[in-house]
């Protein structure tokens, strides 16, 4: 990661003129018939052993690590200060309504940062944009648990603490797309959105025992968390920007040199990349397209003239995706009458749920689908393949829904209420693995500008879903206190 010598700037690319596949154990090569060969690997491989596609599982096992764990503080944070509701209440002579704002107000955080930070990622690269948004977050995290603050005040500090956790959401994304293959990209995006739902219900399930203590030490233990990630940004995430067009035609050139007679073990490509880049780079990075700041908002609002995307994003986020924020954040409510503690117990069907989902029924079984399916097809993949996923998804979170409603309605035992989470939740995690998916595939070459529009809409609408969700409750007779 550190910055190497000058003489290493010209360093030639190694050579393998005879071989244009990469090694098999680098790009853990997988067969699908087409015209009696191998698949091609997509994206377009080189030799270069400075491509994030060319480095270890060991190498890419970290880096997808990291990025997991800031996704799944992005939704940790929102969801850790539910259960302390009444003792937030009690500190900001607050109504319940007035504190659920609180969630939604990190969650309207949550949809500029990524707006923000699209263009600088792609201009500056991932890492310097993940590690000074993590500073900021760790900063923000510490205003939240000062004492003696009005609510509008906590409310600031809760918008920030949202917005500098964004990048989580569509750079954190395209770093995995950086360095996973086109069959990978299943399973790693199914561990990269379980790491969300798993953060939206142990944010409540730990939120609930540290509450017990005071609502301070909720805000603590944020701020830690994220500190810890701050340092294993900088001493463990690698820039993985790469100019793959760049070497890709350099490459091209060699073997048509080598094919001529020529001697081409000499040739270099004079573009620092991914780890010869300064350990903190605040350069441009060379050989890749640098859009200017506002671009990500034009393309933002251009992108709402793609029917396939909005249609797909849309329909998920506010006919599956936004049903889970609300009874997350209605949870306290709905069991007011058990102490904090308990209520954070409340959050683990959910937590068994997108767990068993990612085991059984998400990411690793959408890439098989989708190797099968490829198969009949002659070799040749189309990203509407990873839909069929998303049918049982929608069935088994409506039914998970309708049960858990009925059982806080008609106060059935606890454990029923718990089941219908795991169903949820098992639906929730597929379905949010099959768009994911299905919209990087769609458009490979722009993730991050199909995944900062899928991240600002989706927490878009957890932001407005605390606005209402308890007046409508409270509408239809739903008692909340005794």
Not at 154 to 180: E, H, K, T
Not at 199 to 222: C, D
Not at 298 to 306: E, M, N, R, S
Request: a neutral charge; hydrophobic letters at 50%; aromatic letters at 14%.
């Amino acid at each position: 990661m550190a910055s190497e010598t000058g003489s290493d700037e010209k360093k030639a690319i190694p050579v393998d003129l005879q071989n244009r596949r990469v090694s098999l154990e680098a790009a853990d090569v997988y067969h699908v018939a087409e015209h009696g060969g191998d698949r091609p690997l997509v994206p377009t491989p080189t030799r270069d052993p400075l491509d994030p596609l060319n480095w270890s599982k060991w190498q890419k096992s970290i880096i997808i690590a990291i990025v997991c764990y800031f996704y799944f503080l992005l939704t940790y944070l929102t969801t850790a200060p539910v259960p302390s509701f009444s003792l937030l209440e009690e500190q900001f002579d607050a109504s319940y309504n007035q504190v659920n704002w609180s969630f939604g107000i990190s969650a309207f955080g949550l949809a500029f940062g990524p707006l923000l930070t699209a263009s600088v990622a792609e201009t500056y690269g991932r890492r310097v944009v993940t590690i000074v948004f993590t500073a900021a977050a760790v900063l923000a995290s510490g205003c939240a648990s000062i004492r003696g603050q009005s609510i509008g005040q906590y409310m600031a500090a809760r918008f920030f603490q949202g917005f500098a956790a964004g990048p989580a959401a569509n750079v954190g994304l395209v770093i995995i797309n950086d360095i996973s293959w086109e069959h990978e990209r299943g399973l790693r995006i199914g561990l990269w959105a379980m790491s969300a739902n798993l953060g939206s219900v142990l944010g409540g399930f730990f939120g609930g025992f540290l509450a017990s203590v005071n609502q301070y030490w909720v805000a603590y233990h944020v701020t830690m968390a994220f500190a810890l990630l701050f340092l294993l940004e900088l001493f463990f995430l690698p820039e993985t920007q790469y100019p793959r067009a760049k070497v890709v035609a350099f490459e091209q050139v060699q073997d048509q040199a080598v094919a001529r007679g020529e001697n081409a073990e000499n040739m270099t490509l004079d573009i620092k990349r991914t780890r010869q880049l300064p350990w903190m780079n605040v350069r441009k990075i060379p050989g890749v397209v640098h859009p200017k700041p506002w671009e990500s908002l034009i393309t933002f609002c251009k992108l709402w003239t793609y029917p396939n995307l909005v249609a797909s994003v849309c329909g998920y986020i506010f006919f599956h995706y936004w049903w889970i924020v609300t009874l997350l954040s209605m949870i306290p409510a709905a069991y007011f009458e058990y102490k904090i503690q308990i209520q954070g117990l409340f959050f683990t069907g959910a937590l068994i749920g997108v767990i068993l989902a990612e085991i059984f029924c998400s990411g690793h079984v959408s890439d098989r689908i989708v190797a099968r399916l490829a198969k009949r097809n002659g070799g040749r993949r189309v990203p509407e393949m990873r839909l069929w996923l998303g049918y049982p998804a929608a069935i088994l979170s409506s039914i998970g829904l309708a049960v858990w409603g009925a059982s806080v309605q008609l106060s059935w035992h606890w454990i029923v209420g718990q089941v219908a989470l795991c169903i949820f939740a098992i639906g929730l995690q597929a379905g949010n693995t099959t768009l994911s998916t299905y919209i990087v595939d769609s458009y490979p070459e722009h993730a991050i500008e199909v995944i900062t529009f899928y991240s600002v809409i989706i927490n878009m609408s957890a932001f407005i879903a605390p606005w209402y969700i308890y007046d409508w409750a409270d509408a239809v007779g739903k008692k909340f206190s005794s």
